[in-house]
């Protein structure tokens, strides 16, 4: 089986069986609704909204009645763009759009205030909207299997972010202020167009694993060596054809 097919399965294993089991806990708890016109019957009770696979094109901006919102699955679906009302849900925690057909995200994003975990892969996201800077409170962002050459430099304003996936897009450059992610611990860069990581990851002191497989690196910053935390580095699939000896310094 061809790696990025396999890389894509897992991926969506991955994200399934984790929402799959948060519903099956919350089944039973009191604000879970499946059926948006049911939920907005009663939006200041709707804690937990699942709306994956219903073949949706797009959501009424009545969504934003539902301002005690804490967890939207919007997996699976076809939706291309979101009402700017999405940012009225300002108790959001956990925002799921996997599989869609995004190709922006409204700069209302930045109200989210509250958002931990921010699921984008799978759409045709070609950038990010510099008031992605406004999601302080980020833990998860996956952006795997979308469209994007660059990252705005706002993404240093994500302080907390502990998990990054940027596999199978199309990033030529990293940008240096990845410097300031000092809680990142996954980074997720495979299958991209990368040629040369900034000597800035040094910063990254508490990352403990680094997937730079099917780029097209010919070298690594001896930089590399100081990331002390480093438990897994897989470099597969690209064009080095030597290795800095700092790196044997990675003793994890």
């Known amino acids: ?43 200041l009770d709707v804690r937990i909204l699942n709306l994956s696979e219903q073949k949706l094109t797009t959501l009424p901006k009545e969504i934003g009645q539902l301002k005690n919102l804490q967890e939207l699955n919007l997996g699976n679906n076809q939706i291309t763009i979101l009402p ?44 990010l909207p510099k008031e992605i800077r406004q999601l302080q409170n980020l833990k998860v962002l996956f952006l795997s299997n979308n469209q994007l050459t660059t990252l705005p430099k706002e993404i240093e304003q994500l302080k907390n972010l502990q998990t990054l996936y940027l596999g199978n897009n199309r990033l030529t450059t990293f940008p240096k202020e990845i410097e300031q992610l000092k809680n ?31 780029n097209q690196l010919k070298t690594l910053p001896k930089e590399i060596e100081q990331l002390k935390n480093l438990q897994e580095l897989n470099l597969g699939y690209n064009q080095l054809t030597v290795l800095p000896k700092e790196i044997e310094q990675l003793k994890n």
């Open 84 to 127: 700017k009302e999405i940012g009225q849900l300002q108790n959001l925690q956990l925002l799921g759009l996997y599989y869609n057909q995004l190709t922006i995200l409204p700069k209302e994003i930045e109200q989210l205030k509250n958002l931990q975990t921010l699921y984008l892969g799978n759409n045709q996201i070609t950038i």
């Open 184 to 214: 990142l611990q996954l980074l997720y860069l495979y299958d991209n167009q990368l040629t040369v990581l900034p000597q800035e990851i040094k910063q990254l002191k508490n990352l403990q694993l680094l997937d730079l497989s099917y």
């Open 1 to 43: 089986m061809n790696f990025r097919i396999t890389l894509n399965y897992l991926q969506k294993i991955i994200i399934g069986l984790f929402l799959s089991c948060k519903i099956q806990t919350e089944k039973e708890e009191p604000g879970t609704y499946w059926d948006l016109t049911k939920a907005l019957q009663n939006p």
